[in-house]
């Protein structure tokens, strides 16, 4: 049967439309694929900008410290060696050293304090500002007395600036601090809002310690302290566990009372990690001692399809009973991938693994785990009894 011009036309527009409309799914998937790139890409950023971030001020802070200790030591040099030098001229002269009156009352471990560190253009001018003042108010010292000892604490560019201050500028201790403060208004650390509290997350491995007290650092630059909002915060960036469930039980009262109830959890977290840590040493010398060969402790996902095993039918999902456990012995985590992509799904993250490549509840090595723990007894309150199967 012969095919007429018009049918021809016909089948190969049709053609065309079907070619157009792949090459639309085919430019859509590829545009959803870069942009989950991207976001990966993105969030991976800003979490390696927050650790700098962390970094740096973790430097800053240590070597804030350091120039304080070298400050003080080179003040107790200096008095070691006015008092050599002045016990050295009374022998001389035949002189009799005679401590001061006002000395003789108090211990040597008073007498040794150390003297306040002296401000830098890099300290914030309001904690120098407010640990003078606090100084000044132990000592009793009144406003004219406040303003003729306070340049004496300022070195370097601090310094240069006093001299700089006009004749006769000065009537109060009110006024040198409004300029000073405004001077090195820079330096100022920021205040931070309660709303900002609830941006603090537990991250990924950070142990209750470290987040507790990064968390109390940063309640303490809030400028209007509220402890219920702190509660919620703490609570909203702790990641679930042990701790969580129990603040979820019985909800505490401000962040005196978690501080207190976080000690029990912290020594059993520490006491559980010390021993994984020990556990995983002893493998890993067994591993090299050993001639046989052993399985990854870091399998890839493998398909369903191509393992023959089956897993008894749970009432939760795999990902949140390895939370509800992880506090437990009873899972053997493996060693960190370091960075390697663990499947072929870069975008998907597995908590077992620590790494890229699949899902949790995908994880094949969770799965046998957890499979292992319920045919021995360790995980019956999970177990699916009724006819019908978790999805």
Request: hydrophobic fraction near 35%; include cysteine; charge should be positive.
């Amino acid at each position: 049967m012969s095919i007429t011009r018009n049918q021809a036309s016909s089948t190969n527009e049709g053609e065309e439309d079907t070619l157009q409309r792949l090459l639309r799914a085919v430019a859509s998937l590829q545009a959803r694929s870069d942009e989950q790139s991207r976001l990966s890409a993105e969030a991976e950023l800003r979490h390696a900008e927050a650790e700098e971030r962390h970094r740096l001020a973790e430097e800053r802070h240590l070597d804030a410290m350091r120039a304080a200790e070298r400050r003080e030591e080179e003040l107790r040099q200096q008095i070691a060696a006015l008092r050599a030098a002045k016990e050295r001229n009374q022998e001389e002269h035949g002189e009799v050293a005679t401590p001061p009156f006002w000395g003789q009352p108090f211990c040597k471990e008073i007498g040794e304090t150390a003297i306040p560190s002296n401000f830098r253009e890099v300290v914030d001018p309001h904690a120098h500002l407010q640990a003078f003042q606090t100084q000044m108010y132990i000592s009793c010292g009144n406003d004219r007395l406040s303003c003729k000892l306070f340049p004496g604490t300022l070195r370097g560019v601090a310094m240069q600036w006093m001299a700089t201050l006009p004749p006769r500028s000065i009537q109060t201790f009110k006024d040198l601090a409004s300029s000073f403060l405004s001077q090195f208004a820079a330096n100022k650390v920021k205040r931070l809002e309660v709303a900002d509290l609830f941006d603090i997350k537990q991250g990924e491995g950070e142990s209750l310690k470290k987040y507790l007290a990064r968390f109390n650092n940063a309640t303490v630059r809030v400028d209007d302290p509220n402890q219920k909002f702190f509660v919620k915060a703490f609570q909203k960036g702790l990641r679930a566990g042990p701790f969580s469930d129990a603040l979820a039980l019985r909800k505490p009262m401000n962040m005196e009372e978690i501080r207190a109830r976080e000690k029990k959890h912290v020594e059993i977290e520490e006491d559980q990690y010390e021993r994984r840590r020990l556990e995983r040493k002893a493998e890993q010398k067994a591993t090299k001692v050993s001639s046989k060969v052993k399985e990854d402790k870091r399998p890839m996902l493998v398909k369903p399809s191509e393992q023959t095993q089956h897993f008894t039918p749970l009432n939760e999902k795999r990902t949140q009973i390895m939370h509800e456990i992880c506090h437990t012995s009873l899972l053997e985590y493996p060693l960190e991938a370091r960075g390697k992509v663990m499947g072929k799904e870069r975008n998907n993250w597995c908590d077992f693994h620590r790494a890229f490549g699949h899902t949790t509840e995908d994880c094949w090595g969770l799965k046998t785990q957890i499979e292992r723990l319920v045919q021995s007894g360790h995980l019956d309150r999970y177990i699916q009894h009724s006819a019908s199967r978790r999805p």
